[in-house]
């Protein structure tokens, strides 16, 4: 597992839970430690429901400093498409040969990674969504290159760690985020233009569409600046303007207001 942050660590989580052996790996100073932590805390309320233990979870993730071989890569760190293509070249140096390389980008091309390999074949995007011990849904997106087998295997193994597969060919946004985004996206301007507050554009959103959450509070859930990344990835592969970050959007995430993980986003968390 590459990437130790809310993403990375609730898949660990997940695959550990399973009762597979988990190597996680983040270049973050601490990074690792706090998804520890983090699993942890999440096990503990799993736990009190009738879920496994922390103690029982835990001992199956191990940090290394680097890649190490595995029989899967699972890679989710930030959305640059530069950063991820430099861990896919790396992961296909370290891992073995048969080994599967997945990606849980929300966005970038899972050709362009596949392509960025000497095995694209093996190069399969694998999206949880968060929280991810929760939330039962994972896309997975077949490359041009990815094999019938490659795709089966990812399938099958979402399926073996309770979740409920849904397979998507490599578009820009995939299906979930070319809904999803211009959904927030449209909230967005509904508060810049003065439509309605935040709280009220989120109630109408959760008892008129029957969502358990509103889009706005939900762009602070994912990260604001993750979701101008996926607009920006829309915008340039599909070529719509449609798919444009809304100003207001990007004057937060300028203002280092990105969300829970920021403790500021559209609500304040502090």
Do not use: W
Not at 69 to 89: G, N, S, W
Not at 168 to 176: H, L
Not at 203 to 215: D, E, Q, V
């Amino acid at each position: 597992m590459v990437g130790a942050g809310q993403m990375g660590g609730g898949i660990a989580q997940v695959v550990a839970a399973s009762g597979r052996r988990v190597s996680l790996h983040d270049e973050a100073p601490g990074a690792c430690e706090r998804a520890l932590a983090g699993m942890e805390k999440s096990l503990g309320k799993l736990a009190e429901k009738g879920g496994l233990a922390p103690d029982e979870v835990l001992p199956r993730v191990t940090v290394v400093d680097d890649l190490v071989p595995a029989d899967l890569l699972i890679e989710a760190v930030v959305e640059d498409a530069a950063v991820k293509e430099t861990i896919f070249r790396r992961a296909d140096e370290a891992l073995p040969a048969e080994a599967v390389l997945a990606s849980n980008t929300s966005s970038i091309p899972i050709t362009t990674l596949a392509a960025a390999t000497g095995r694209p074949d093996k190069v399969v995007g694998m999206h949880f969504f968060n929280p991810v011990p929760v939330l039962k849904l994972v896309e997975v997106i077949r490359a041009l290159q990815t094999s019938d087998d490659t795709a089966a295997a990812i399938v099958a193994l979402a399926e073996e760690l309770g979740k409920t597969p849904a397979e998507a060919n490599d578009f820009p946004g995939f299906v979930s985020n070319r809904i999803l985004m211009p959904f927030v996206n449209e909230a967005a301007y509904a508060l810049m233009e003065g439509v309605a507050e935040a709280e009220a554009i989120d109630t109408i959103a959760k008892l008129g569409f029957a969502h358990p959450i509103g889009p706005l509070a939900l762009a602070d859930l994912i990260g604001l600046d993750t979701c101008v990344s996926i607009m920006e990835v829309l915008h340039e592969g599909l070529g719509d303007p449609k798919y444009a970050p809304c100003p207001l959007l990007r004057q937060y995430v300028a203002a280092g207001r990105l969300g829970r993980k920021s403790g500021r986003g559209f609500y304040d968390y502090a």
